[in-house]
């Protein structure tokens, strides 16, 4: 062991028993149970739906409220113990309503207390002593360590132990401390949370969900194609930008880019209102609740129009400079003839209605107007200086990768391109070619590169980030062609097939599954691909454990836009010492449902894999850590001590 490295060690470790108080401490930690993963995807903006499985650790709080009360509580109890430690400053807003008189108010408090103090100790009980202090309300510590780790079986603390809660109940505590330990409460039942991919994009509060993530005790992101898409926006690419905000204006959301992030949308505004008409494609999709006027959605119908123009042409000299991106049948503006309103797709010809192309010059049809050159250098400033969006996209960065592994399981969003006879697909990018694994650690360096340089906006890494959003071979999208230019514009809904990668019906297939696993040194014996990106249909019978549990989806379906394609609500899955369970969700109505009518409807675990033996901390990406320290702190030992 190098010796500068050891001298570094022993400044923290200074003298023979710190040493081996850690190494015993370390040991001792190492063979505790592993902690809770929980795994969510496809949240798309759907920040209430989000918020909810996340308070509830999908479904584990109400299991160990039960687990401990079954016996002596009704249902209804139940209920409104669980909401009160899912939504604690609302339930409790609700309980002092309810109780009219301060004695049975206090009442409550103390028997309250006592009860989330028993919850804490049972949720925590695999933890150590030092880990569940770290999870305590910071300003109650050591009153509730004085509650928590009561031992006197003589009773002689007794009046000692009531005194503590008699004030905290007197001096007007009762409230905050309540509060946090049900925020104390749901970060015991979670130890980590994996977000596999599209936290952006369709519903309404994507800034909330990442305002969440960000004050999370311990997560990690897999980007989605449209989180891609958002980075790629702030990393510099026009084509990116249009995206996002054609998307915001489709799903009725422009409010994200002009109130959330602060990016003035009124040069875009002058420009749609100069050259577009209402048009019945573009009109958004209107949030269920979300008021508009006529007059509103007349001018987001133009803003539609004008951003997707846009968008078609930026396409085009992209898909000319990279050849290799192999998108030559998307030159769609260059294969419109204008006189007869036809379009040659794939050696096909098709009607366009309802078109919208004043601004294109069909002799140069890439070719942007002057003021669209202008509104897109003005909206790319804006967004390039939102200090609220840097910070998102920061923290994407940051927490975020194409892929993870982690304890012994692959976490990928989209897919890992394969061809029809399952080999890893091939992409040729400028003279080399790459696939597999090799593939996507290539993809993410030319999206950090281009994150990290904002100021050149068509250099191969601008460009290959827009790839990651549409390309065929792009592991977050998965599939052939994006056909929004054919939904928009032709009627024949063959033309808006996406064709998908053939890993799509490969993936159910278990050796391939184990191949995948192989290809990221994973143990395919043990681990899994968890994925998420396609909605699964489980009202047609789709089962989302496929290749003997190799494989298992778990497309949350947080996305309201598409619960009706697949009948519930979507999917989380928990990992804990005893193993895998998926978990179905029903449809979340309200916040307010669960408050007032304890509507939390109990989510549906499917085992997926069990542990044979418990599952140890040792065992896990953290503990092959914690054993790396204690062997280094074992060198340092001899080092010093042994010579
Ligand atoms: O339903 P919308 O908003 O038109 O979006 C459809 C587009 O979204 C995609 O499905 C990608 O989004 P997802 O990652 O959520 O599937 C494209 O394949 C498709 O063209
Ligand atoms: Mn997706």
Redesign the pocket.
């Known amino acids: 062991m190098d010796e500068q490295f050891l001298d570094l060690l022993a400044q923290k470790y200074d003298t023979e028993e710190k040493i081996i108080t850690e190494i015993i401490n370390l040991e001792a930690i190492s063979n505790l149970p592993k902690g809770t993963e929980h795994f969510v995807s496809?949240l798309?903006g759907e920040f209430q739906a989000f918020q909810h499985v996340l308070r509830n650790g999908s479904g584990t709080v109400k299991e160990k409220i039960k687990e401990l009360f079954r016996e002596v509580w009704t249902d209804q109890e139940i209920n409104d113990f669980a909401a009160l430690v899912y939504y604690p400053e609302e339930k409790i807003q609700l309980v002092v309503g309810e109780l009219c008189n301060k004695q049975a108010l206090n009442q409550w408090y103390r028997q309250t207390i006592e009860q989330m103090l028993k919850l804490i100790s049972y949720a925590s009980s695999k933890y150590t002593r030092s880990k569940l202090r770290k999870a305590l309300p910071e300003q109650y510590v050591y009153i509730v360590e004085e509650l928590l780790y009561k031992t006197d079986s003589t009773n002689n603390k007794d009046p000692y132990y009531e005194e503590i809660y008699r004030q905290i109940i007197s001096l007007g505590q009762a409230d905050k401390l309540i509060i946090g330990l049900a925020y104390t409460t749901q970060r015991l039942v979670v130890d980590h949370l994996h977000v596999v991919g599209?936290i952006y994009d369709?519903g309404q509060d994507p800034d909330k969900i990442m305002d969440t993530l960000i004050n999370y005790h311990s997560v990690d992101i897999q980007w989605?194609?449209?989180d891609v898409l958002w980075i790629g926006a702030y990393a510099g690419s026009l084509v990116c930008l249009a995206n996002i905000i054609r998307?915001c204006a489709?799903y009725d959301n422009l409010d994200i880019i002009e109130d959330v992030y602060g990016i003035n949308l009124r040069p875009l505004l002058n420009l749609a209102e100069k050259y577009y008409e209402d048009n019945s494609p573009f009109r958004p999709k209107l949030q269920a609740g979300h008021n508009v006027s006529e007059q509103e959605i007349l001018q987001i119908t133009k803003i539609h129009q004008a951003i997707a123009m846009i968008q078609f042409k930026l396409e085009i000299p992209i898909i000319k400079r990279r050849p290799y991106f192999n998108m030559s049948e998307r030159l769609l503006l260059e294969q419109i003839d204008y006189d007869k309103n036809e379009i040659k797709i794939c050696g096909k010809t098709y009607l366009l209605e309802n078109t919208c192309f004043a601004t294109v010059n069909p002799e140069k049809p890439e070719q942007l107007l002057e003021e669209e050159r202008q509104v897109m250098e003005k909206l790319l400033f804006s967004v390039q200086h939102s200090e609220k969006l840097a910070r998102h996209m920061n923290f994407l960065m940051k927490k975020g990768s194409l892929y993870l592994k982690y304890n012994g399981n692959l976490l990928i969003h989209g897919c890992i391109p394969l061809d029809e006879e399952g080999n890893m697909e091939e992409m040729q990018i400028e003279d080399k070619t790459y696939a597999g694994r090799q593939l996507l650690d290539v993809f993410e360096e030319y999206l950090r590169y281009a994150y990290a340089h904002p100021e050149e906006t068509e250099d191969l890494a601008t460009d290959m980030v827009w790839y990651i959003w549409t390309g065929e071979c792009s592991s977050l999208?998965g599939?052939r062609e994006?056909?929004?230019f054919e939904?928009y514009f032709i009627q024949d809904k063959e033309a808006h097939k996406?064709r998908k990668n053939p890993y799509y019906h490969l993936r159910e297939n278990e050796e391939i599954c184990r191949k995948i696993l192989l290809e990221f040194d994973l143990n395919p014996d043990h681990g899994h691909v968890i994925n998420g990106?396609t909605p699964v249909k489980e009202s047609r019978g789709e089962n989302p454990v496929k290749a003997n549990g190799k494989m298992i989806v778990i497309d949350g379906g947080f996305s309201k836009?598409y619960q009706s394609t697949t009948g519930i609500a979507g999917y989380t899955l928990l990992y804990n010492s005893f193993g895998m369970q998926l978990v179905a969700h029903q449809k979340f109505n309200s916040k307010e449902d669960v408050l007032c009518n304890g509507t939390d409807v109990l989510s549906v675990k499917r085992l997926v894999d069990k542990e044979l033996a418990r599952k140890l901390v040792r065992e896990t990406n953290v503990g092959e850590k914690l054993l790396q320290k204690i062997s280094n702190l074992k060198d340092l030992l001899e080092y010093r001590y042994m010579k």
């Open positions: 496809d798309h599209d369709r989605g194609n449209h998307i489709r999208f599939k994006m056909t929004t939904r996406e990106h836009a």
